[in-house]
């Protein structure tokens, strides 16, 4: 299952994001095919440098309305941990969801944790414990990435986060509200490592999320 998982993901198909590149004021991308944008600088998301949120709700130890996502993860919960792992380092318990639970994939969320906010697991047999593959944030949620973008966020700001600061910064069609909304696509190295999705109805971010490659292309997660 959690190999099904991963290769249920649809192509990148890399367009110019030339336009954008560094200037927040810039009008929104063009999902007009061309070439990708790609630099060997080390990837943004891998420092730890964030801005303070807008909401300040604590909810649990370790694990707030204030903590940033990065590619390995947000707060003490990694990508990569089993939830038992998740649990003793957030002090809170993790409740998996049912619904595909029975196919070895499901959505996880930290009970009494952040809203909004939710973790993809997986597991090949019944007896595997379940591992965290991604994590997503959800419209409503005040929590935002390492380098400040969050829900609502232009796809401008995007793209001056993330265009030409390392790694590869993408636009694509999104799959169901395409060509209007985007596919905002930042990966470390182009090899299937870490990757972070930001969906867009083609001005403002409406969810975003971050994980493994093949977790994070997943278009309808479990389903």
């Given at each position: 299952m959690v190999r099904d998982v991963l290769r249920r993901t649809v192509p990148l198909v890399?367009?110019?994001?030339?336009?954008?590149?560094?200037?927040?004021?810039?009008p929104e991308p063009s999902a007009a095919p061309s070439t990708s944008v790609t630099t060997s600088a080390a990837a943004v998301e891998s420092t730890t440098t964030t801005t303070a949120a807008s909401t300040t709700t604590t909810t649990s130890a370790g694990l707030s309305d204030e903590s940033r996502l990065g590619f390995e993860g947000i707060g003490p919960i990694k990508i990569g941990m089993t939830v038992a792992q998740a649990q003793a380092a957030v002090g809170k318990p993790i409740k998996v969801g049912e619904e595909y639970a029975a196919e070895g994939c499901a959505f996880a969320e930290v009970q009494g944790g952040p809203e909004e906010l939710s973790f993809m697991v997986l597991r090949d047999k019944p007896t595997d414990p379940w591992k965290i593959f991604r994590a997503d944030v959800h419209e409503g949620s005040p929590i935002a990435t390492i380098s400040g973008i969050r829900i609502g966020a232009t796809e401008a700001q995007v793209a001056e986060a993330y265009s030409g600061k390392g790694g590869t910064y993408t636009v694509e069609p999104h799959p169901y509200t395409g060509p209007q909304g985007h596919y905002l696509s930042y990966d470390t190295d182009g090899m299937g490592g870490k990757l972070l999705i930001f969906e867009t109805d083609g001005k403002k971010v409406t969810s975003f999320r971050a994980g493994e490659h093949g977790a994070v292309q997943a278009i309808e997660g479990c389903a």
């Open positions: 890399l367009v110019v994001t030339a336009a954008l590149a560094g200037c927040g004021d810039d």
